[in-house]
């Protein structure tokens, strides 16, 4: 009786992952519906206002204040060295990558660039919009402000909005943007908002950031995650132009190379005028045969072969000359053993 081998766990998974067909016949592709444009509307009404109350010097900047006064990294010390680590999930370059392997991955299995293009698109949208606003407003962090209850602003800075939040928003709700399924979405936004909220909440408690930042921060990751529908269409075309750019570019290498002529086979060069009066003859090829080669010419004179010539002992050899020594095919003048 033959018993089949019972498959461990990691066999199983990747079976099943080789049974994916390819290309999902229908990719959900999030539109600009009307529910979208209104909660875009008011994300940007909330990020101008967060703008003027920190350009006016509101209560919004008292606060600030109040919170850097009160230096959290000085109140909970015990979690200083955890959150060191955690707000590494807002950095851009090592969330970048983990994010940009995934969909790599992903893209790899169901045969589009959809997922590294809108992922691309975001991040270029970021790095433009936060770094103008960044740049813009010139606002200076915690750390290097000069007077007390001031906005900070313009005065070559470039901490508002925060970096750090934006970039956990945008870089962890992709994965919720481009979820497979409803359930998945739901999930993945939950996530994606919690661990946002954590690492701008972070950038507070160490001082590198005022209150004020985080939540310009939050805003502008969303208006980027909410404004992603209007970049489909752009994607999409870029995508078709790459598929059809590693289209030509495979068959240009499949293309047999032109097979070269046999050597010795005429080759006839004719012009257009000369073709268009009379036809060319048709020559037949001539191998001309190779001369002989002369005789060296030697000067009349004595000549000794390669056997009669007498040795010399180089410049700086460590071999003393011997001078009774006979030349090579000359007889010996030592009389023969047993002669």
């Known amino acids: 009786m033959r018993t089949e081998r019972k498959l461990s766990r990691w066999e199983r998974v990747f079976a099943r992952l080789d049974r994916e067909p390819g290309r999902p016949a229908h990719i959900d592709v999030p539109r600009m519906s009307r529910h979208r444009v209104v909660l875009f509307s008011a994300t940007l009404a909330f990020y101008l206002a967060i703008v003027w109350a920190v350009v006016v010097s509101s209560w919004l900047v008292r606060l600030d204040w109040q919170v850097m006064f009160f230096r959290p990294y000085q109140q909970w010390p015990q979690i200083h060295a955890f959150l060191d680590y955690y707000v590494v999930l807002g950095q851009r370059g090592p969330t970048a990558v983990m994010v940009a392997a995934w969909l790599g991955w992903r893209s790899w299995r169901q045969h589009t660039l959809r997922p590294l293009l809108t992922l691309g698109a975001a991040l270029l949208l970021l790095n433009i919009t936060v770094g103008a606003a ?21 005065r070559g800075g470039d901490i508002f909005p925060s970096g750090h939040t934006a970039n956990a928003v945008v870089t962890w709700g992709i994965l919720a943007y481009l979820a497979s399924t409803p359930r998945a979405r739901r999930w993945l936004s939950a996530l994606s908002a919690v661990t946002s909220l954590g690492v701008g909440m972070t950038t507070v408690y160490l001082g590198t950031h005022w209150l004020s930042d985080v939540l310009l921060g939050w805003a502008a990751g969303l208006l980027i995650l909410l404004a992603l529908p209007w970049c489909e269409s752009p994607i999409a075309t870029a995508e078709v132009r790459i598929l059809a750019l590693r289209d030509r570019l495979r068959s240009r290498r499949a293309a047999p190379a032109p097979a070269p002529a046999p050597v010795g086979s005429p080759s006839l060069v004719v012009t257009p005028r000369a073709a268009a009066e009379e036809p060319a003859p048709v020559r037949e090829p001539v191998t001309a045969a190779r001369a002989p080669r002369s005789p060296a010419y030697l000067a009349p004179g004595p000549h000794m072969t390669r056997a ?7 410049v700086g050899s460590r071999r003393p000359p011997h001078s009774d020594r006979a030349s090579r095919g ?10």
């Open 134 to 154: 960044k740049y813009g407003m010139g606002r200076l962090g915690p750390h290097y402000a000069t007077v007390i209850g001031s906005n900070e602003m313009w």
């Open 308 to 314: 009669e010539r007498t040795p010399v002992t180089p």
């Open 330 to 339: 000359t007889a010996s003048a030592r009389p023969l053993a047993g002669g």
